[in-house]
T-cell receptor, first 119, second 108 residues
């Protein structure tokens, strides 16, 4: 079975530009979440989606947005890029989310991430 | 606020046992999870404690005490491949909060 796939793997953008990152969850996983990770830190929660609806949002500015499609894949969009947005962006998928909103009990499967560099 | 505190680094010897602690200042969370991340890799799920007590999965065990706001990950029979960063995490209000991670160094 394919794991969580993310594209692109690496990306270089200029300040002020826009970026779209993509994620395909494990088959059967309906919950997708996005994280930002800078070197030496833990993943910072950005969004969680379930059945195309936003379930949770972290402390990120409105420049960050996301959506989930009917096939459960997801996109993370970042507008007006800043140098500080340079990081590894991780997507994770999980079981659960229907009657039980507690997806963490099933564990999150992470993709390999997209390394975004803003110059 | 909501925060998870972990030691930044821990060093142990191959074959030994090591404990990585996680203390938290948040309440009302669903459970405590642990993840392993090798350099350049993605985090991988290790364990989840929904209730107080010890959960064992092979060489790894995880413990939670809600009354003490404390949990730990116990790694036994350490192998060089266990050299990695370890993160505790909780889920609360549809948000997932990770600690800053503990870098585990293993000496031969």
């Amino acid at each position: 079975d394919a794991g969580v796939t993310q594209s692109p793997t690496h990306l270089i953008k200029t300040r002020g530009q826009h970026v779209t990152l993509r994620c395909s969850p494990i088959s059967g996983h309906k919950s997708v979440s996005w994280y930002q990770q800078v070197l030496g830190q833990g993943p910072q929660f950005i969004f969680q989606y379930y059945e195309k609806e936003e379930r949770g949002r972290g402390n990120f500015p409105d420049r960050f947005s996301a959506r989930q499609f009917p096939n459960y894949s997801s996109e993370l969009n970042v507008n007006a890029l800043l140098l500080g947005d340079s990081a590894l962006y991780l997507c994770a998928s999980s079981l659960g989310g229907e009657s039980d909103r507690r997806t963490s009990r099933y564990g999150y499967t992470f993709g390999s991430g997209t390394r975004l560099t803003v110059v | 606020g909501q925060s998870l505190e972990q030691p930044s680094e821990v060093t142990a010897v191959e074959g030994a046992i090591v404990q990585i602690n996680c203390t938290y200042q948040t309440s009302g969370f669903y459970g405590l999870s642990w993840y392993q991340q090798h350099d350049g890799g993605a985090p991988t799920f290790l364990s989840y404690n929904a209730l107080d007590g010890l959960e064992e999965t092979g060489r790894f065990s995880s413990f939670l005490s809600r009354s003490d706001s404390y949990g730990y990950l116990l790694l036994q029979e350490l192998q060089m491949k266990d050299s990695a960063s370890y993160f505790c995490a909780v889920e609360r209000d549809d948000k997932i909060i990770f600690g800053k991670g503990t870098r585990l160094h293993i000496l031969p």
